[in-house]
């Protein structure tokens, strides 16, 4: 059984990263943003880098207040829509470029497994939680 409240600093920290990879990327695209992302049409890279800092803030707000259940409740909300934002991304990079976008969609792959199964890890708890307090 896994303790909603536990965090791997991994987990932290590639979130964390991806989140000021986001920021940087919204600040000057140019500069950061890959070619596979450059490769979006306008505007949808630029929401994508939007729509991925929203829910890496959402998840590290929970994780920072994880001894609570609103915590909990919006770390898993903001995982459920990285989860979502990063798996649209990986197929339309796969789809919009290709090959050439293997190391960004795999990336991005990665990042939406790790966040459904975070998501399914706390869900599991917070089940088991239920029915310890039902008893």
């Not at 991994?10 to 986001?22: D, H, I, K, N, S």
């Not at 995982?79 to 990986?90: D, F, I």
Request: net charge positive; aromatic share 10%; with cysteine.
């Amino acid at each position: 059984m896994i303790n909603p409240a536990q965090r791997s600093p991994f987990e932290v920290l590639m979130t964390l990263a991806f989140g000021l990879y986001c920021v940087a990327g919204l600040v000057a695209f140019d500069q950061f943003a890959t070619t596979t992302l450059q490769a979006y049409p306008e505007p949808w890279a630029r929401v994508f880098l939007g729509l991925a800092l929203v829910t890496c803030v959402l998840t590290l707000t929970g994780i920072a207040r994880a001894h609570t259940a609103v915590g909990v409740l919006v770390e898993r909300a903001g995982l459920v829509g990285l989860s979502g934002v990063c798996a649209t991304y990986t197929i339309w990079a796969f789809g919009n470029s290709g090959k050439r976008a293997l190391a960004f969609g795999l990336l991005l792959g990665a990042i939406a497994v790790a966040s459904a199964w975070r998501t399914w890890q706390i869900s599991h708890a917070l089940g088991h939680a239920r029915k310890v307090a039902d008893q």
